[in-house]
């Protein structure tokens, strides 16, 4: 059984995908190296996972598929996932090669100390093109650092601070048996990936260490302002599945609760602020009727959210409405590193 199993969703990622691989190839034959091809056309994407595979059989693994999108070729890496840990990263990001075998050291201990962590944790950075200086999404303001804790322990999350799939590494057998399928053909649904297993989660673990470097710069990112706003139908579907997904009033602890709540406050708000940075009455109608959606569904979290500081930014049509508004739309920036 491996250690740490990574899927790497791959379409059209000849350009790019040799140095994902080549970074998390320092992890030996502790890794087990997923490479998933979503049906790419443009390019010898397949060849490149297949090179891999022949070179490397103990470690990586080519599988082709039909066009599912992102969340299909995610559901597809878990689905093959022997690893005791599983982890997601996109083709054009990548590990730090000094830093992945500090953090699989750790999760070795995990195993043969049998402590059961179900998440662990460590930073990001936002690897934005032309920047010299990147910006680096830490959690040491958030969680005790280098010890087992619970959501109980968890300190205090700043605004715009949020777990995202970059950050995490989780176990294998949580995601598989709290089902966790991502939706196909639907853009965005690593919020779903981080979102969905956060009740099923007890057990944490914090590294504060840059692991992840999340590549941001290309025009057609799906991450994008303007590609964004093109697909804000897509955010507003993810939008509304998280809504969905769990009754968040009343889950427990508390502090898991009230994350919880602020994550569903962010996607409510980049859905929003999209349609007001579009300037459309088109996607201005989408924003009142994902409120109204809400409303509908669940009264409760409709006020929770309604009447929370970024709630009211969405919705005021005043001076200080745009104030929020454009408070909303910096902690966006941070969210998702558009620009």
Known sequence: MKLLSVAIPCYNSAAYMRNCIETLL???????ILIVDDGSQKDNTFEIAKEYEEKYPNI?????????????????????????????????????????????????????????????????????????????????TAFPQDTPFTWEDVKFFMLGQYILMHSVIYRTELLKSCHLELPRHTF?????????????????????VNLYRYFIGRDDQSVNEKVMIGRIDQQIKVTKLMLGYHDVLKVQPAKLRKYMLSYLNIMMTVSSILAIRSGTEENMAKKEALWKYLKEQNLPLYVKLRVSFLGQGMNMKSKFGNKLAETGYKITQKFYGFN
């Not at 597809?76 to 500090?102: C, M, R, W």
């Not at 059961?116 to 920047?131: A, E, P, R, S, T």
């Not at 990936?193 to 914090?206: A, I, M, Q, S, T």
């Open 26 to 32: 320092v992890g030996g034959d502790r890794v087990e």
């Open 60 to 140: 990586c693994k080519a599988i082709h598929q039909e066009n599912g999108g992102h969340g299909a070729a995610v559901n597809t890496g878990l689905q093959n996932a022997t690893g005791i840990y599983f982890k997601v990263v996109d083709s054009d990001d990548h590990l730090d090669p000094k830093i992945f075998p500090e953090v699989l050291d750790k999760l070795e201990e995990f195993v043969y100390s049998q402590e059961k962590i179900d998440m662990l944790v460590c930073n990001f950075v936002y690897d934005k093109q032309g920047v010299e200086h990147k910006k680096v999404m830490s959690y040491k």
């Open 188 to 208: 965005y649904v690593d919020n779903v990936y981080v979102y969905y297993p956060l009740p099923y989660v007890k057990k944490l673990y914090y590294m504060n």
